[in-house]
């Protein structure tokens, strides 16, 4: 059996307006290369008043029906919901980008039947 939703996933895009794609080899950058990153920490730390948790609700919707492979990016993200500053918000759009390279991934689930021996 396969699923996908690449409808669901271009309606998030456009609704958030995250359709500006640069590309990426992983959903997140690590804390670590973050941190080395931000030379302009303050402006990261402003409050935002982006729908951030919208996005990340309709993230993790995703994540849980067809795309298991970013579901540990998505509750990373969901776990600034209370406080969302620039940089968060900043970070959820790099991580559409992921979105958009792989509009058309696939998941797909095989199930076999197990042959019972005594």
């Excluded at 990340?56 to 492979?69: C, N, Q, V």
Aim: aromatic residues 8%.
């Amino acid at each position: 059996m396969s699923i996908t939703q690449p409808e669901y996933t271009e309606k998030i895009l456009e609704r958030f307006n995250m359709k500006i794609c640069n590309t990426h080899d992983t959903p997140m950058i690590t804390r670590q290369v973050k941190n080395r990153n931000n030379k302009n920490k303050t402006k990261l730390d402003d409050p935002t008043d982006a729908p951030y948790r919208e996005a990340i609700g309709s993230l993790l919707y995703l994540a849980g029906a067809t795309r298991p492979d970013i579901a540990y990016a998505v509750n990373l993200l969901s776990r600034r919901q209370n406080n969302p500053t620039k940089g968060d918000w900043t970070e959820s759009k790099e991580f559409s980008d992921i979105l958009e390279e792989q509009l058309t991934w696939v998941c797909t689930i095989e199930v076999k039947p197990k042959s019972w021996k005594l």
